[in-house]
């Protein structure tokens, strides 16, 4: 997607669900792309390098060298090469006759690569222990442009996207489905999106009035959905100014900094005659 892009320089901030030496290079080939990864901090499952950083804010530039060769890296892991990371990718033609269990990384490149990276190591608060914690970045951002502070402000801007999370699985019920096979789940995906997106603009075109309270108000995007679901199932010819005027009457508090734990458990379908939303 990002080679596809065509809009001059930009900037892609993704957490640490992509980060990876594959990933990396990529936006470091492409010209016109700048990143910010949040990547792993602690000796399981993050970079060794990394892991052995010091317990505080930092800002240094890495090389790791990375090669798909199982048999270089057992000779050479122990030796001066330090830096020497292995991607288990298995060329096309063996693919066919591995087991469906053998892990495979995604790999675009040589067999040998240097992979160079801005490392910056944050410290953030912790909302719910009140500890200390450490936060990781890798980025091809110019240090005096974007030093640390500015980093932080950065990758902050992120967090839109898990609150837009939030309204899809729980104030629009994307976290329930009613179907089992994968084609039809993917239906109500799509139609979750195309109602989020359109009670996302709706809301947009609502102004709310700020006085001088303690805390800003917004629109909630729970009744916002419920209003928005009742216009559409009347098929009336009620103009969509009383849309949005209905939803003025329906706000909330914005309380930065609020957080709460989460309840991650598995679900399982519903059947269509409950409404999750």
Not at 11 to 29: A, P
Not at 201 to 222: E, G, M, W
């Amino acid at each position: 997607m990002l080679k596809r892009l065509d809009c001059g320089k930009y900037i892609v901030i993704m957490d640490r669900g992509y980060d990876g030496f594959n990933m990396v290079e990529n936006c470091n080939r492409l010209s016109n792309c700048y990143y910010i990864i949040r990547t792993k901090v602690g000796k399981f499952g993050g970079i060794r390098e990394i892991a052995n950083l010091p317990d505080k804010e930092c800002d240094v530039e890495m090389t790791f060298r990375v090669t798909t060769s199982n048999h270089y890296y057992s000779q050479h892991r122990y030796t001066d090469e330090s830096n020497l990371h292995l991607v288990n990718h298995r060329k096309k033609h063996y693919k066919q006759v591995l087991s469906k269990n053998t892990k495979d990384q995604r790999w675009d490149f040589e067999q040998f690569v240097n992979i160079k990276c801005r490392v910056v190591k944050l410290r953030i608060n912790n909302a719910e222990t009140g500890m200390e914690e450490w936060e990781v970045l890798l980025t091809n951002l110019n240090r005096f442009e974007f030093p640390i502070s500015r980093m932080k402000e950065m990758y902050h801007k992120r967090w839109d996207i898990e609150t837009s999370f939030r309204e899809l699985k729980y104030a629009l019920g994307g976290i329930n489905f009613h179907s089992k096979k994968d084609d039809f789940i993917k239906m109500e995906l799509f139609a979750h999106f195309i109602m989020f997106n359109t009670v996302s603009r709706s809301i947009a075109c609502v102004s709310v009035l700020q006085t001088n309270h303690k805390y800003p108000y917004a629109i909630d995007f729970k009744m916002a959905y419920l209003i928005v679901r009742k216009y559409y199932r009347l098929h009336n010819n009620e103009p969509p100014d009383m849309m949005l005027i209905e939803m003025l009457a329906y706000t909330v508090t914005v309380r930065a900094g609020r957080s709460d734990k989460r309840n991650m458990k598995p679900k399982s379908a519903v059947w269509f005659v409950y409404r999750v939303a």
